[in-house]
C-alpha cells in the first residue's frame, strides 16, 4: 500500500495551492480518505476528510470556506484545494486512507486511518 502526497511548496498569504495524494495497493474506492496537518511541536491535526462516495465531505472549522476535499476515484486519488491561505496553515500536510465509520465526528481522529503517506510540506509567508 502505497500513498504519495505531492503539491506542497512556499507561498504568500492570500495565494493557493492543490495538494494532490495518489494512492496504490489498496481498493481505492472502498476507502474514506482524509488530509491531516502537523506543524513544529504541534499534534497532528484533521484538515478534511470525504466518504468513499465523495459525497459526505468534513473540515476542520478553520479551514471551512477556504480548502475543498475531492477525489477522483478513477485515478485513485484525493485532492486538497486550498484558497485564502494563511501563516497559521503552514504545516506537513499527509493524506490517509481508512474505512469510515457512519459516525462522521470519528472521521477527525487519526486512529481511524490505517494507512498514512509521506507528508508534503506546506509554508505560508506572511
Known amino acids: 500500500v502505497q500513498l504519495q502526497a505531492f503539491g506542497g511548496g512556499l507561498v504568500q498569504a492570500g495565494d493557493s495551492l492543490k495538494l494532490s495524494c495518489v494512492v496504490s495497493?489498496?481498493?481505492?474506492?472502498?476507502?474514506?480518505l482524509g488530509w491531516f496537518r502537523q506543524a513544529p511541536g504541534e499534534e497532528r491535526e484533521i484538515v478534511a476528510s470525504?466518504?468513499?462516495?465523495?459525497?459526505?465531505?468534513y473540515y476542520q472549522d478553520s479551514v471551512k470556506g477556504r480548502f475543498t476535499i475531492s477525489r477522483d476515484n478513477t485515478e485513485n486519488a484525493v485532492y486538497l484545494h486550498m484558497s485564502s491561505l494563511e501563516p497559521e496553515d503552514t504545516a506537513v500536510y499527509y493524506c490517509?486512507?481508512?474505512?469510515?465509520?457512519?459516525?462522521?465526528?470519528?472521521?477527525?481522529?487519526?486512529?481511524?486511518?490505517?494507512?498514512w503517506g509521506q507528508g508534503t510540506l506546506v509554508t505560508v509567508s506572511s
Open positions: 495497493g489498496i481498493s481505492f474506492s472502498n476507502y474514506g
Open positions: 490517509a486512507a481508512g474505512a469510515l465509520s457512519p459516525i462522521q465526528s470519528s472521521w477527525a481522529a487519526p486512529e481511524t486511518y490505517d494507512v
Open positions: 470525504i466518504d468513499w462516495t465523495g459525497t459526505a465531505t
